[in-house]
């Protein structure tokens, strides 16, 4: 090509994804790096040394300096070896989106290789699905920004516990526990990070269903703060009034545990509030050619009738005045009755499938869907349209999105914002989890420690301090996930990963703190009631937590869509929310 010499096979593929890399006018470093990776896992390379490789690559980037890339792309295309069209394309589509973003420089090009490799439309569409899907789970590299942020939230911290240790004043308190807690925010998404990586790798290892991990070993990573501040509330107030009297000792535990109460449901608030509304935000700002969050029927149907279930019984318990050890029973039945369900919908989903994809086997993949469905109903096997289409499109093209999903499994952790990664094996995982549990639980135990001297600074109770402060600082892994996730395009994930973290909450979370305390202090009873009244801001936290769902489920449900202007209300709800924590501490609201 270049002087006139025609390209061989080995060149003519690395030149497409060279191409890629180059689309968009610069060599971007994670795209480089896809490029490497993707070309050295190929036979077709296994018998070039690293100096001919290296040469290749010289001479394929000297054609695009030189002739730019459309040119390098209409002579890779004549030499590329047959049967490598759909390969090649998909790698295209992996290096574009290896950095996260897609310019409009980029969509040409995919595009156009597109027409050029003769490749039909619907065949491209699903392999840059699956494409999409298979950057879920990589590394999106170091994160500067938080690396940057935490040295500067740990200096000010040292400065101000220096200075907190000359001087009482309360401004200064007030300013070193705020810093405090945000600092032990970060360390809680550092923990959770490698957790969240290693909980995946088991998960995929034991074939699990997405949606049984999700529910299961994501749901654990993302929601362990809530679980240890929970615990450590009760433990906290509990080693407070040891060696008093029996009465005492169940007084200071029902207290603990309605600082339980209070970050749990404040947590389940942020996260049915605040995450879909950030995601929102993040989305419609730099998703431009698809600005909103959009929300699948089953993940409001399904995920979101299941978290307003789980709600309502949480409700019904707390106006019972008391609860007891076996509503903890009760409400970890109910979640291993919802992960239950979820495994019966994928095998269901599955086994569906396998039917469809036997029948068209048999009758061929021309047959319309309308026979396909009659023919299923038949057999008393009820599917729908998009399901049958779905199948159709696997068989013609020859591609399981399943396959590929399953295929995908993590092969290392990253830790310190991405800047060290620990390969994955059985023996790392199983450490990676067992450090991280504790760093998150030594975590939250400071985290339970600011909270209540906060409310001791403020002189309120520390319900109110618990309801946001803890419960905030304890959903920044749920933030983070939903957030990751809506800019890989998995827009119903981001939603239904707040439903799910909220589901654990309720179930888990307020189950095992409840049973803890319940046998510390001899199976007694843990009573909502001070001095005869329901404890400070219980009663409005039920109200509020039964309005707020409702208004946000509407939201959700309208258009099945989340806007920046939904976005906005739904912050303003939230700003609600801190208003009665605010006012139910100056004991304003009941």
Request: aromatic share 8%; net charge negative; proline share 3%.
């Amino acid at each position: 090509m270049d002087g006139g010499g025609r390209l061989s096979p080995q060149e003519a593929y690395a030149g497409v994804l060279m191409g890629a890399t180059a689309c968009d006018g610069h060599f971007a470093d994670d795209e480089v790096n896809s490029l490497v990776i993707a070309l050295a896992r190929m036979k077709l390379y296994e018998r070039m040394s690293d100096k001919q490789f290296g040469q290749m690559l010289d001479k394929l980037h000297g054609v695009i300096k030189k002739k730019g890339v459309e040119f390098l792309i209409e002579g890779c295309v004549e030499q590329l070896p047959k049967g490598l069209e759909k390969t090649v394309f998909a790698n295209a589509c992996d290096i574009v989106l290896a950095d996260g973003v897609v310019e409009d420089d980029e969509k040409a090009f995919i595009e156009s290789l597109r027409k050029k490799l003769q490749i039909e439309s619907g065949t491209a569409k699903v392999i840059a699905e699956i494409m999409v899907v298979k950057n879920k789970g990589e590394n999106d590299g170091p994160h500067r920004l938080g690396l940057f942020i935490a040295i500067g939230v740990s200096i000010l911290f040292i400065v101000l516990h220096f200075l907190r240790g000359q001087s009482e004043d309360f401004g200064l308190t007030i300013a070193y526990l705020i810093v405090e807690v945000t600092l032990v925010s970060i360390v809680i998404w550092q923990a959770c990070d490698p957790f969240a990586d290693a909980a995946q790798w088991v998960g995929q290892k034991l074939h699990l269903p997405g949606s049984v991990r999700g529910a299961t070993l994501d749901a654990v990573a993302s929601s362990m703060p809530e679980l240890f501040s929970g615990i450590f509330f009760v433990l906290l107030a509990l080693r407070a009034a040891y060696g008093g009297t029996p009465e005492a000792l169940v007084e200071a535990g029902a207290e603990g545990y309605g600082s339980t109460i209070a970050t749990c449901a404040g947590s389940a608030v942020y996260n049915m509030i605040l995450i879909p509304a950030f995601c929102a935000l993040a989305i419609g700002l730099t998703r431009k050619e698809r600005p909103t969050i959009d929300v699948e029927d089953e993940v409001i149907s399904r995920d979101g009738i299941w978290f307003v279930s789980c709600e309502m019984l949480l409700i019904l318990f707390l106006f019972q005045n008391t609860m007891h050890w076996w509503m903890g029973l009760i409400l970890l039945g109910l979640y291993f009755v919802y992960i239950y369900q979820l495994y019966r919908d994928a095998k269901l989903f599955r086994l569906k499938k396998a039917a469809i994809k036997l029948y068209l086997e048999e009758h061929g993949t021309e047959v319309e869907v309308g026979r396909v469905l009659d023919a299923l109903d038949e057999q008393g096997i009820s599917v729908s349209r998009g399901v049958v289409t779905l199948a159709k499109e696997e068989i013609q093209k020859e591609i399981s999105r399943e396959e590929l999903e399953q295929e995908e499994i993590p092969d290392d952790a990253g830790v310190l914002f991405g800047y060290f990664a620990i390969p994955l094996t059985g023996l790392t995982t199983t450490l990676i989890l067992a450090v991280t549990t504790l760093i998150s639980a030594a975590a939250c135990y400071f985290l339970v420690e600011a909270t209540i001297e906060t409310a001791e600074a403020l002189a309120v109770p520390a319900f109110f301090v618990a309801v946001i402060v803890a419960a905030a600082a304890s959903s920044v892994p749920d933030t983070l996930l939903a957030i990751g996730a809506a800019k890989r395009g998995d827009d119903s994930g981001a939603v239904s990963n707040a439903f799910g973290s909220n589901i654990f909450d309720i179930c888990v979370c307020l189950s095992i703190p409840l049973l803890v305390n319940s046998y510390l202090t001899g199976w007694q009873p843990v009573a909502l009631l001070q001095d005869g009244k329901p404890i400070a801001g219980l009663v409005g936290l039920r109200i509020l937590l039964v309005v707020l769902t409702i208004i946000t489920l509407l939201v959700m449900w309208h258009n099945r869509q989340l806007t920046v202007k939904k976005a906005l209300f739904l912050c303003g709800l939230y700003g609600v929310f801190i208003a009665y924590a605010v006012l139910g501490s100056l004991g304003i609201l009941f």
